[in-house]
């Protein structure tokens, strides 16, 4: 005699034993079904995030980084920007470097200061 297999995603160990299932394996089950669907969710929530910041890339408001600006401003390629070179800046630019010196907590001393 042939009998068929479990079902399609039914619980071996409860296969055949319908009506009296184990509580503690229900709700262990049930448990993992939400954690499995919060995960899931935010997963969905990250990478839709990520999507649309590569979607949005560099607009033309938005600031260069301090390491453009250097190699933008920076003529004699000495790594630091002496006063004819500050003069040069922006206004845009002059605030773009100094959100970044407020955020970052530098104090623009440039290489090798205390």
Same mark, same amino acid.
């Given at each position: 005699m042939v009998t068929a297999g479990p079902?399609?995603? @039914?619980?071996?160990?409860?296969? /055949?034993?319908? &009506? %009296?299932?184990?509580?503690?394996?229900?709700?262990?089950?049930?448990?993992m079904n939400k954690a499995l669907t919060i995960l899931l969710g935010c997963?969905?929530?990250?990478?839709?995030?990520? @999507?649309?910041?590569?979607a949005? /890339?560099?607009? &033309? %408001?938005q600031a260069d980084t301090p390491a453009e600006l250097l190699a933008k401003y920076d003529k004699n390629r000495?790594?630091?920007?002496?006063?004819?070179?500050?003069?040069?800046?922006?206004?845009?630019d002059r605030a773009a470097l100094e959100q970044h010196r407020r955020h970052h907590g530098h104090h623009g001393r440039g290489k090798g200061g205390p």
């Open positions: 079902s399609p995603g @039914a619980c071996l160990s409860c296969e /055949g034993n319908r &009506d %009296n299932l184990n509580p503690i394996h229900t709700q262990t089950t049930n448990n997963l969905a929530l990250a990478a839709t995030a990520h @999507a649309q910041g590569a949005k /890339g560099k607009g &033309d %408001n000495d790594g630091m920007l002496d006063a004819s070179e500050l003069a040069a800046l922006t206004s845009e």
